[in-house]
């Protein structure tokens, strides 16, 4: 699963070059109803869409329902970063992400969702496995370098905040 290029680059050219044993196909799925307004959702799927076609790779992408995000977080709305609401938010797209995978025929789901400095890589782990359990979830620590070199050789579009309304940094 993917939230934006810049923290999947790394991550899918490690699939893509076949760097993780047992894996044998895979896709990229960006579902990310959490993203707020629906124009910076859609320069995010533009910046994934043409990172994946770069490289020859499978995507798909999932609704994007943010009145049901928002209902699903109701009530964390002032939540800091890195609390309750992004646990929902990480669990309500794992959620997902299983339905989808049972219905595309994969059996398994990994993501970038704590690659980013901002995020808690154990509640991201927490929440994929109370939703995936932990035969379906594949923990990967992603090669961060690697991930970096991309970043800084490509023109990626950049936010400077994580998605939800609730993320935008008062600058
Ligand atoms: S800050 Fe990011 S992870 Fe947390 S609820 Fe908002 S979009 Fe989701």
Do not use: T
Request: with cysteine; hydrophobic share 35%.
């Amino acid at each position: 699963m993917s939230c934006c290029a810049p923290c999947s680059a790394g991550a899918i050219r490690q699939l893509k070059d076949g760097e993780l044993q047992d894996i044998e196909d895979f896709i990229v799925l960006f579902y990310n109803p959490n993203i707020f307004p629906e124009s910076e959702y859609q320069k995010r799927l533009e910046e994934q869409i043409k990172y994946c076609e770069s490289l020859g790779v499978k995507y798909a992408i999932g609704q994007y329902n943010h009145k049901d995000w928002l209902d699903a977080v109701k009530g964390l709305e002032k939540e800091p970063e890195r609390g309750a609401r992004c646990a929902k938010c990480f669990a309500f797209r794992f959620a997902f992400a299983k339905k989808w995978a049972e219905q595309n025929g994969y059996d398994a789901i990994a993501s970038v969702f704590g690659v980013s400095r901002h995020k808690d890589q154990n509640q991201v782990d927490k929440a994929a496995e109370s939703i995936l359990g932990q035969k379906y979830y594949i923990p990967v620590k992603w090669n961060e370098e690697l991930r970096q070199k991309i970043g800084h050789q490509s023109d990626f579009y950049r936010q400077n905040y994580c998605g939800c309304e609730f993320s935008i940094r008062k600058v």
